[in-house]
């Protein structure tokens, strides 16, 4: 089997970001996707804490530390960028204004069910954030995330086993293994990472792969 | 008019036992530090705090959680890394938590500022987090009736203050900020700059009527 | 009888604008009441078009065709005052965050209802603009107004007979003969019009004022 | 990204017979009269036009009602010192009116734009305006569920904007246009300055995101 990196993944979700896009990059992986994307493509993103426009990280020494995103990491804004407080910033998710979400996720159904905010380990606190707001508010939701658990137990599933975050959201999924979309018949292969057979992606997902 | 105060200890002095106190702030970002010390040393206990986290190490929040000042909090992200003091009170059965979705947090505040009895959003339908909720579906997309959140307090981070209030932020700071300080009935600012010359009414961004208390508090985290 | 011209009417409720307080005057003769108060008293007067800190009129040939109050008279921005915008303006009149709004009427009932939007006169279009936003959201309504109509008929009324603005809204009444306040009992005397006797005032006044 | 226009003619193209579209503006202050005597040129007709007022004497909104272009205005306040042409088309039976307090229009619009399926207001508890609506009394206090206002284009005055599409504004010219910049599929801003260099993020009130297309029309009126 062949996986691709971490960094592979973000570079392949990547292209498929379009030029002129309004963008959302959930916290962790899907952060390093802005690296990613083709030159002469001007994609704004968007961070739920109050920037839209969000720029590149700032040289050693010259961080501001009021100026973060989502994932508390320091940045700079992008020419065109603007601030804004937090009621505004849910409005423009919430609102459908942004165009693509970009989401990790511990579980996604063939139906485009997705978990990732909390799982069956009741001794862990629950903190949700604003995966729940983004997935109602954006019309293209684009998961990344392992094909598998370290368990080797699937993630892509028939039915979600941990707690939703979203009824029926995810448009497209793109794991170390393969692309797939959803669709009203379930997961559709759009494509599998180079070296890898169908035979041996399905093995490793609970839910029929529709070709 | 002049809502300026000599210091952080006369700012938090009306807090009392049992209120509830939003804290503005998301990471590091907008957090009030100054106020929240200051808490801590005025010494009020039983808080509930309303915040979109719930601190980490040995600052902000996580003070007053390992002091043991808070009964409750109203958070969207209560565990970040390093948010030991979260973890440790949670564990111990010594706090309760209530989880709310980040959108749905700001909105409610924001409907308390606002005079608005509730509102239906599309945000957690579905899922646990509505559960016990009044929903219904709206050509065919489903709503959570949710409610206002009020506040006896709310504690603010601000760049800029004068003396009839008026706030503005910098940067990502601004956050929470602006929509707890409409929300609370009594908003208490501290400002980076705190000037004798009004801010430009066209930089304002929290208008002076929303913040009962300024106090300037230099340092930028 | 002895009636307050309107000017002494607006002097008199502005001897009732407290030092610091925020205030809403409406459209038409309200908006003289600023005029009047008293030397020493700092008061914020709100427009509902979206200003906070509304100063005095600008001088001939320095009006600013872009700075207007709700009266769409040109303004000034007093030291202090701040621009935003119409959610944000009525959230401040709905969230109860302006102590006192000063309205007109057409009438006032004794339980504090209060009529001032529409009449009967179905041929006439309709028009509420943000009346019925201040009355709910303000937690001390003033009302000014003359004591009668024109024909003769009573403004202070048992009930209203015109379409309600709010219920149970108004806090006290002055008129061109007497400051009525609304209390559970109904419309209270708190002073005559200097020269105007109780029976006089009652005369004209479908409800019943205690003393 | 490049949301600058050459012209008027091309920022209203797209408006089609019976669109729904909102107008900024208050009294004569923040209203896009550039942008609407393009539409009159333009002649799109049977409109809904969502505005606080229906315009005075032969200006803005009530040019287009004196053209007959319109099928139904929402509107707070459609009677003004000057609005003839509003109650001549009112009085003859040619237009549908939907009269909305001024704050519940605000509200509507803010909704529509923040994805809320509706909201309870006490605004109108009681009155004529809340007659054959959903309401409930929340702790003695009565409430009027209304609904979200959505358009399908936005025609918006603002003093700057830069090719982003951001926005900011003058004085008490802001009033309606922010909150109506997000709730239509389609913003469009006549702009008094029209920049290369972007707005300062600090100073922007209407970000990009919301706006569509922006064209300079330097007049203040």
């Known amino acids: 089997m062949r996986n691709l990196t971490d960094t592979e993944l973000a570079a392949r979700?990547?292209?498929?970001?379009?030029?002129?896009?309004?963008?959302?990059?959930?916290i962790g992986k899907p952060t390093h996707v802005s690296g990613y994307v083709p030159e002469g493509r001007?994609?704004?993103?968007?961070?739920?804490?109050?920037?839209?426009?969000?720029?590149?990280?700032?040289?050693?020494?010259?961080?501001?530390?009021?100026?973060?995103?989502?994932?508390?990491?320091?940045?700079?804004?992008?020419?065109?960028?603007?601030?804004?407080?937090h009621a505004d910033s849910f409005a423009m998710m919430r609102g459908g204004h942004i165009d693509i979400a970009v989401l990790g996720a511990y579980q996604v159904a063939q139906n485009g069910d997705i978990a990732n905010w909390a799982t069956l380990d009741n001794t862990f606190p629950p903190a949700v954030g604003g995966a729940m707001d983004l997935v109602v508010g954006v019309p293209t939701i684009l998961v990344m995330m392992r094909h598998i658990n370290r368990d080797g137990s699937p993630k892509l599933l028939r039915e979600c086993t941990y707690p939703l975050t979203g009824l029926g959201v995810v448009s497209r999924v793109y794991t170390d293994l393969a692309v797939l979309d959803i669709t009203p018949a379930g997961f559709k292969l759009v494509e599998l990472t180079a070296g890898n057979t169908l035979d041996e992606v399905q093995a490793l997902t609970e839910a029929k792969i529709h070709t | 008019m002049d809502k300026r105060l000599p210091d952080l200890a006369s700012a938090v002095a009306?807090?009392?036992?049992?209120?509830?106190?939003?804290?503005?702030?998301?990471?590091?970002?907008?957090i009030p530090?100054?106020?929240?010390?200051?808490?801590?040393?005025?010494?009020?206990?039983?808080?509930?705090?309303?915040?979109?986290?719930?601190?980490?190490?040995?600052?902000?929040?996580?003070?007053?959680?390992?002091?043991?000042?808070?009964?409750?909090?109203?958070?969207?992200?209560?565990?970040?890394?390093?948010s030991i003091w979260f973890e440790r009170r949670?564990?111990?059965?010594?706090?309760?938590?209530?989880?709310?979705?980040?959108g749905t947090l700001a909105e409610?505040?924001?409907?308390?500022?606002?005079?608005?009895?509730?509102?239906l959003t599309p945000t957690g339908y579905g899922t646990l987090l509505a559960e016990g909720k009044e929903t219904r579906v709206i050509d065919g997309r489903g709503y959570v009736m949710e409610s206002p959140l009020h506040?006896?307090?709310?504690l603010l981070r601000a760049e800029n203050g004068d003396k009839w209030g008026n706030l503005n932020y910098h940067a990502t700071a601004r956050n929470f900020n602006p929509v707890m300080a409409c929300a609370a009935r009594h908003s208490i600012a501290e400002v980076r700059h705190l000037s004798d010359e009004p801010i430009d009414p066209?930089?304002?961004?929290?208008?002076?009527?929303?913040?009962?208390?300024v106090v300037e508090y230099g340092v930028r985290p």
Do not use: W
């Not at chain 1, 979700?13 to 959930?26: E, F, H």
């Not at chain 1, 804490?49 to 990491?73: F, H, Q, W, Y």
């Not at chain 2, 808490?39 to 980490?56: D, F, H, K, P």
């Not at chain 2, 949670?90 to 980040?102: F, K, M, R, T, W």
């Open chain 1, 42 to 85: 001007e994609v704004i993103y968007h961070a739920e804490n109050g920037i839209i426009g969000v720029g590149p990280t700032p040289a050693e020494g010259e961080e501001d530390l009021e100026l973060i995103d989502a994932s508390k990491r320091y940045v700079t804004p992008a020419p065109g960028a603007a601030y804004f407080e």
């Open chain 2, 108 to 119: 409610r505040i924001r409907a308390a500022g606002a005079g608005i009895g509730g509102f």
């Open chain 2, 90 to 102: 949670y564990e111990a059965g010594e706090i309760e938590l209530e989880v709310v979705p980040q």
């Open chain 2, 33 to 82: 530090f100054g106020l929240i010390d200051a808490l801590l040393e005025q010494g009020a206990r039983g808080l509930t705090v309303i915040s979109n986290n719930a601190g980490a190490q040995e600052t902000g929040i996580a003070k007053l959680l390992k002091e043991g000042r808070l009964a409750k909090v109203v958070c969207s992200y209560p565990r970040s890394p390093g």
């Open chain 2, 14 to 30: 009306p807090i009392t036992d049992g209120s509830v106190i939003m804290i503005g702030g998301f990471g590091s970002s907008g």
């Open chain 2, 151 to 154: 506040a006896d307090f709310a």
């Open chain 1, 13 to 26: 979700v990547a292209q498929d970001i379009p030029d002129g896009s309004y963008v959302n990059l959930g």
């Open chain 2, 202 to 213: 066209e930089r304002v961004v929290t208008p002076g009527i929303f913040v009962h208390s």
